[in-house]
């Protein structure tokens, strides 16, 4: 089983609001990731989680927050978004020992929209 | 830095044709992976076939094969007898062996249509 899950599935928000997106995967797997996708463009890395600590940012705004509560969750914290913040948000996640280690896995990805 | 490159923004193919989507890259290194994923309109990202740079066997996966040519850093991907379900956005990506995170680099996406 090789299954990722995002919630929610679309999400429109104001620039005020204070919104989550949530990421869970169940197949043990210690690195997970977040991307941003715009359409027709290939995904750009936010942030990398390894063994439950933050390992990479790739200088993303302070306005998203990821957290990482345990090895099968991961969450981005939205706040004070902008317009041009609306995109295809998707998680991966890697395992990290034994076969497969060198494959992401992807979710089904939240649209955002940022009114 | 690596670069992946897919020169091909659109390609359309007949159903049950076979299609080649082409993706080169550029890196010094010489221990790495090489993926194809498919994102149809349903928006997920999907593992198509995935190739060890130090195997020199072509990675096939059903109706999925690549060529991979790594003195070209090319690595094609062939689809044969393609169906309707084909239809989507192909990333063809680059991660370095042991990188840090893990990170992949990402072509621009090859659109393909797939015709009845």
Redesign the interface.
């Known amino acids: 089983d090789?299954e990722v899950t995002q919630t929610p599935k679309h999400l429109v928000m104001g620039m005020t609001n204070k919104k989550s997106l949530k990421c869970e995967q169940h197949m043990g797997h210690r690195?997970m990731y977040w991307y941003k996708q715009k359409a027709?463009?290939?995904?750009e890395?936010m942030f990398?989680y390894?063994y439950e600590k933050l390992?990479?940012n790739e200088s993303v705004p302070s306005r998203f927050s990821p957290e990482c509560p345990n090895s099968s969750l991961l969450n981005l914290h939205l706040h004070a978004l902008q317009p041009e913040d609306s995109a295809?948000y998707?998680c991966?996640s890697?395992g990290t020992s034994g076969g497969g280690?060198?494959?992401?896995?992807?979710?089904?990805?939240t649209?955002l929209t940022v009114l | 830095a690596q670069t992946v490159t897919q020169s091909q923004p659109e390609m359309s193919v007949q159903e049950a044709e076979t299609v080649t989507l082409s993706c080169t890259y550029d890196t010094s290194e010489s221990d790495y992976y090489l993926f194809w994923y498919k994102q149809p309109p349903s928006r997920q990202m999907i593992l198509v076939i995935r190739q060890e740079a130090y195997k020199q066997q072509n990675a096939t996966e059903n109706r999925f094969s690549v060529n991979f040519q790594k003195a070209a850093k090319s690595f094609s991907l062939k689809i044969s007898d393609s169906q309707l379900g084909d239809a989507a956005m192909y990333f063809c990506a680059y991660r370095r062996n042991n990188n840090a995170g893990n990170m992949l680099t990402f072509g621009g996406g090859t659109r393909l249509m797939v015709k009845p």
């Open positions: 090789t690195a027709k463009k290939p995904p890395l990398v390894s390992s990479i295809l998707l991966a890697r280690t060198d494959t992401q896995y992807f979710g089904p990805g649209r």
